[in-house]
């Protein structure tokens, strides 16, 4: 499992008819930019190449850009195709850290994600060595209208379909995401749960 390779690129020009990109650009100067975070992504997928499977979980790219998406194919995706990911708080918005207004909707946002991302970005699993069902989910996300994270509808069908094949197969089921949830256990104070019925009535 990797986490929060933070890829920072843009392309060239592409900030120039975009605000909300050009904001992240400029703040985030001070956080990799420029593909500098890259040499760590490689030593990271050297070495996660030695095992059966690389989950990464999310915050893959610091803020949505071409320019991330196209290194994050580079040296992710064309680097081991079998990779499953699920995307973290930080794919979705060309913003980063501040109420400047984005210039792409929601569902843009998401559509220019999806076409840069080798999996389903909202729900995907796969089958290792006939053993462990891996399973990646998207719970970071903040669709318009919602006031916070929230898992979306569909996932809980498909979650349970996994569960159901898992216990038939004998299979262990790992389920990876990248906002950490609620135990419900009593010490679990550092993680407020997420809304009610945000995964449906499952």
């Keep these: 499992q990797l986490t929060d390779l933070h890829i920072n690129k ?7 008819s975009n605000t909300a990109l050009a904001y992240s650009y400029n703040k985030r100067l001070n956080f990799y930019p420029e593909g500098s975070s890259i040499m760590a992504v490689q030593n990271a997928m050297d070495y996660a190449a030695k095992y059966d499977q690389t989950v990464i ?3 893959i790219i610091d803020y949505l850009s071409d320019g991330a998406l196209d290194m994050t194919k580079e040296y992710i995706w064309d680097e ?13 918005p060309q913003v980063v850290g501040s109420d400047e207004e984005e210039v792409l909707t ?3 946002r998401r559509e220019m994600l999806q076409k840069g991302w080798n999996n389903d970005i909202d729900y ?5 060595n006939d053993k462990v069902l891996c399973v990646v989910m998207n719970n970071a996300s903040i669709p318009e209208g919602a ?6 509808e569909g996932q809980a069908e498909k979650l349970a379909n996994d569960i159901t094949l ?15 949830i609620s135990t419900g256990n009593e010490d679990d104070t550092d ?3 997420l809304a009610e019925g945000s995964l449906g009535d499952s």
């Design 124 to 128: 995907a699993s796969k089958l290792v």
């Design 166 to 180: 898992a216990r038939e197969n004998g299979y262990i089921i790992l389920i990876f995401q990248h906002t950490p």
């Design 106 to 108: 929601f569902d843009e």
């Design 191 to 193: 993680v407020a749960p």
């Design 147 to 152: 006031a916070n994270y929230t898992y979306l």
């Design 57 to 59: 979980t999310g915050d």
């Design 80 to 92: 081991d195709p079998t990779v499953l990911a699920a995307p973290g708080n930080h794919e979705f």
């Design 10 to 16: 843009v392309n060239e020009g592409e900030t120039e």
